[in-house]
């Protein structure tokens, strides 16, 4: 899953494209590179970051929807919790709502993604944007998060969406220390037990400077090639990366490495 940003203030892509045309043009390229998914997103929500309205998110993704518009194969992903901006973006062609609260801030979202038939991609989360670091307290990590990813299930099924249209995500990054993100890479095949495709998201996070050393955003994806590794190796279906090319290296020799073993995962 190739990441796209519209926002103004993205923590990682300090070159992004600035215009609807240069950003189709950015999706055929990751595309092209290797992407199998591409994720459109108009609001940072990096730990601390500002909220933006319904009205500005549409403003920065219905130009972009539509410039892509019939130029890409494979599917695209709407990067929003708000049911607005995901019943629109479908209307436009996405496929996949990427749902960073759960179905957790938006009480309208689950019954839109029912309504349209979408798939939807549920990550683990605790709190908004500015309180989730306060929110990172766990007594047994894995299991609370596998628990609240069930209860996350839970939501879909009650909103009407088919089991089978739901991806979990467990967060990284989101309500979790550095320690924590580490630890659910090294354990993701526990998620599995969960029956659904899993997505992580390592991409150029901040976590991963704990181990690489301070590096800035945009010169972590070394860092981010080990982690899609480790992910692979350990389970994931998909992940979600910046640099589409040289990622999609890492994922398919990790893939590759994984069904040599028999798709055994630690």
């Known amino acids: 899953m190739g990441i796209l940003n519209v926002t103004p203030d993205s923590f990682a892509d300090p070159e992004r494209p600035s215009t ?5 043009e950015a999706a055929s390229g990751m595309e092209a590179d290797g992407a199998d998914i591409v994720d459109i997103g108009g609001e940072s929500t990096r730990p601390g970051a500002e909220p933006i309205s319904t009205a500005e998110e549409l403003r920065r993704v219905v130009p972009v929807l539509e410039a892509l518009e019939g130029r890409l ?12 901006v995901a019943e629109a973006a479908i209307d436009r062609g996405a496929a996949i709502v990427n749902d960073i609260s759960g179905l957790g801030y938006d009480s309208d979202l689950g019954r839109v993604v029912a309504s349209r038939g979408a798939a939807i991609v549920l990550m683990h989360n605790r709190g908004r944007s500015r309180e989730m670091y306060r929110e990172a307290q766990y007594a047994s990590l894995v299991d609370e998060v596998a628990r609240e990813l069930s209860g996350a299930l839970d939501r879909a099924a009650a909103a009407g969406i088919a089991r089978e249209q739901v991806i979990l995500d467990p967060g990284l990054g989101f309500a ?7 630890t659910i890479l090294a354990r993701l095949g526990a998620f599995l037990s969960l ?3 899993l997505l992580v998201g390592p991409s150029r996070k901040s976590f991963l400077r704990f181990a690489a050393g301070e ?5 972590r994806d070394w860092a981010t090639a080990a982690a899609v590794a480790a992910a692979v190796l350990n389970g994931a279906h998909i992940v979600r990366v910046h640099a589409v090319g040289p990622m999609a290296q890492a994922a398919r020799v990790a893939d590759a490495i994984r069904s040599a073993s028999g798709g055994q995962t630690t």
Do not use: S
């Open 215 to 219: 590096v800035p955003a945009a010169a």
């Open 20 to 24: 609807p045309e240069e950003t189709a």
């Open 73 to 84: 194969r494979v599917p695209v992903t709407i990067d929003t919790y708000k049911a607005a």
């Open 176 to 182: 979790k220390l550095p320690g924590h993100n580490f």
């Open 195 to 197: 029956g659904r495709p």
